[in-house]
């Protein structure tokens, strides 16, 4: 029998593949230029969230003398030389695609990012009274050596490193942060798309910072800290006080990666590894710009010929007052698919407790809401008007924590039943029930969905949401809302499945049923659409269902583990990633069952984590309409992706596809910007 590296792929790795295919989208010219620039903002962040999170874990499990292995058999410390290997060339590439391809294509739009030393006379001048009057009241110089103790850098904060001689001939290096309260690019010429680094203006002012001292050079630099601090609830008596204290920790967490300019002397460089205590291994050096956030402010210039062209999600007529949607949902499940079809109504149904007499009460699970929330709003207004509210309010959503604090300090100021989860589990579900005194008695409405109750997100984000009345549904929502909110310590449900209750052995149970169906009558099929395929039991029962006939086909946008196309192990397993200008987000579990189809939708990816540390839940598509409608319209559409679509082989490698002989095109995001779902369950 297979096991280790001949069975499973590195996590980690895996996860860098997936950034790769993600910078892969600069570099495509079926995608506008500044949204190809936009990729390479958007890959640069992941990787700093991959260091802040999980590099820096493997930091401490090697520290600590953790030898546990990976189910590939690598150590901690094997890890971390793998993924210097292969996460350095990747920052590198991304600088290439944008100095050597990018930025020279904007200039043909007249977009142009500008040296000071390129400015005439007069620009210069220009630009040096906006630093003594705007930025030089911001630079606060710190000397980092020789001092008597080290100023704190803070977490992804850019800063020149500025070496210095003094009177005496000898050196001191300082450190001068370029503010983040200003924006990095500074326009040159008003109405003109031509700017200069904030940087590289205070480089140059910088005998403003250091009058009489003689300036020798200056080195831009970023270091990227340790953010996964971990939440020790049962040690504090506040959870509200331990995540604000986390939040604060979090700026202050150990340094796990240098990035510097590539010009740095050695010196400078090797002096700034050991003030921060990092391994030669542990600092990159970056040609051309560092702190790639920038290109947010560059994506944002007015060139809408040079963005995708605005999508207007689909909203079907009849359901714009509560009464309408309410009963569109009584006469049949309704099934939505974001952001092809407009979020509003999901919002609302969470309105509908404000607008509606007949809603009694409204139940909220909250983990992602944003700084602008419509929904948290209305769960607001409806307490204030008498309503029974209560919202989950997940804190420990990670980089999230603030938005979250700030939500439900207001929620329980307006007299909504606020509770803020376990202490060993994070509430990660996506729920809403709505409570209405009808005719007939008390109803109960549930919305399950994949994505979060998040506006923003809900418009780049692909997200499935199930609106049902379904009674047996919503009586188990409405139970596992008391033991999101009490005491409950439900083991058994109707119809839902949820972790860490029921929902691994819900799962795995289904794998295994479509082997026992394959081994009997032959067939079978299973196509699961996750973000990350990480979980070995589940990879090892879709191993042995494959080994049993069944054909597998998994729709993976991030992080998988499972090697497809193994000879004698995986032979009938096909792994696809969509990566497009939307962000792939739904999970679906599809299972063939022998011609009546088992299909669950929900919050859970097939990892550890959300089954065994968070409330879960994946619920049941019994429409036979609605089944259909996933399996065609959203799962053989993905399937079929020969555009946006990427296929995984054996080796852990992914080759992009691309129409063979007679095909056409066929982009997955694009046909479903074309064929919302909504449109065929409301077909005039």
């Known amino acids: ?63 600590s003398g953790v030898l546990e292995t990976t189910p590939d058999g ?51 001048s220009e630009m040096n009274a906006y630093f003594m009057a705007e930025v030089f009241p911001l630079c606060t110089p710190l000397l980092l050596y020789p001092a008597p103790s080290v100023p704190f850098i803070s977490n992804r904060s850019l ?129 051309g710009i560092l702190g790639l956030q920038c290109l947010w402010e560059l994506a944002k210039i007015d060139k809408p010929a040079l963005r995708f062209p605005a999508h207007r999600p689909y909203m079907p007529e009849g ?60 769960l607001l207004n409806a307490a204030s008007e008498g309503k029974q509210v209560a919202a989950m309010v997940e804190l420990k959503a990670r980089f999230d924590e603030s938005n979250n604090l700030v939500w439900s300090r207001a929620l329980e100021r307006s007299g909504v039943h606020v509770t803020y989860g376990f202490p060993e589990l994070k509430t990660h579900c996506k729920l809403c029930l709505v409570v209405r005194r009808e005719a007939t008695g008390v109803r109960q409405y549930a919305h399950i969905g994949t994505g979060n109750y998040n506006p923003v997100t809900a418009r780049l984000y692909t997200d499935l949401g199930l609106f049902t009345s379904d009674p047996d549904i919503c009586q188990d929502i409405s139970e596992l809302f008391n033991f999101l909110t009490g005491f409950s310590r439900q083991t058994k449900y109707r119809k839902i499945l949820v972790a860490p209750v029921n929902l691994r052995e819900g799962v795995i149970a289904r794998v295994r049923r479509e082997a026992k169906h394959a081994r009997a009558n032959g067939g079978g099929e299973i196509i699961l659409k996750l973000n990350s395929l990480v979980d070995i039991e589940v990879i090892d029962a879709l191993y042995d269902a494959a080994a049993a006939g ?9 992080i998988c583990c499972l090697r497809p196309g193994v000879e004698g192990l995986s032979d009938s397993i096909t792994v696809v990633s969509v990566v497009g200008r939307f962000l792939e987000h739904s999970r679906v579990y599809y299972f063939a069952n022998a011609g009546e189809p088992d299909v669950l939708i929900g919050s859970a990816d097939a990892m550890r984590r959300n089954f065994d540390r968070r409330v879960e839940v994946l619920a049941p598509v019994e429409s036979t309409r609605l089944i259909q409608l996933i399996h ?37 995001q694009a046909w479903f910007m074309q064929h919302p779902i909504l449109a065929a369950q409301f077909k005039k």
């Open 159 to 287: 800063n020149l490193a500025v070496e210095l001689r003094d009177e005496r001939g000898e050196m001191r290096l300082a450190r001068v942060k370029v503010p983040e309260l200003l924006p990095r690019l500074i326009r040159v010429t008003a109405r003109r798309n031509e700017f200069v680094l904030l940087e590289d203006l205070i480089a140059h002012n910088l005998s403003a910072l250091f009058p009489g001292v003689e300036t020798v050079g200056s080195y831009l630099f970023r270091v990227i800290r340790d953010a996964d601090i971990e939440i020790r609830e049962l040690e504090a008596a506040d959870l509200i006080t331990t995540i604000e204290e986390t939040l604060r920790l979090r700026r202050f967490g150990d340094a796990v990666l240098l990035e510097h300019e590539e010009h740095m002397p050695g010196p400078v460089r090797t002096l700034l590894r050991s003030l921060l205590e990092l391994d030669e291994e542990d600092a990159f050096s970056i040609p």
């Open 550 to 558: 069944v054909k597998i086909h998994l729709i993976v946008r991030g």
């Open 1 to 63: 029998m297979r096991s280790g590296a001949d069975r499973y792929l590195n996590r980690e790795l895996s996860w860098l593949k997936f950034n790769e295919r993600v910078l892969a989208e600069a570099i495509n010219d079926r995608n506008p230029l500044l949204e190809r620039i936009k990729f390479v903002a958007i890959f640069e962040s992941n990787l700093d969230e991959f260091y802040m999170v999980r590099v820096s874990g493997l930091i401490e499990q090697f520290e």
């Open 632 to 668: 065609d319209q959203v799962l053989q559409v993905s399937l079929r992706d020969n555009v946006r679509g990427w296929q995984l082989d054996s080796e852990g490698e992914y080759v992009r596809r691309s129409p063979q002989g007679e095909e056409v095109d066929l982009d997955a």
């Open 319 to 378: 359901i714009s007052t509560p009464e309408e949607l309410f009963e569109a949902i009584r006469q049949q499940d309704i099934l939505v698919q974001h952001p092809y079809d407009s979020f509003r109504i999901v919002e609302e149904l969470v309105e509908s407790a404000v607008d509606d007499p007949k809603v009694i009460g409204i139940k909220q699970t909250l983990y992602r809401v944003g700084k602008e929330s419509p929904i948290t709003t209305a």
């Open 74 to 124: 690598k150590t901690p410390n094997e890890q971390l030389s793998l993924i210097s290997e292969a996460a350095w060339p990747l920052r590198r590439r991304a600088a290439e695609i944008l100095h050597q391809d990018l930025l020279p294509q904007l200039e043909e739009h007249n977009v142009s990012i500008r040296s000071y030393e390129s400015l005439s006379d007069r620009k210069r």
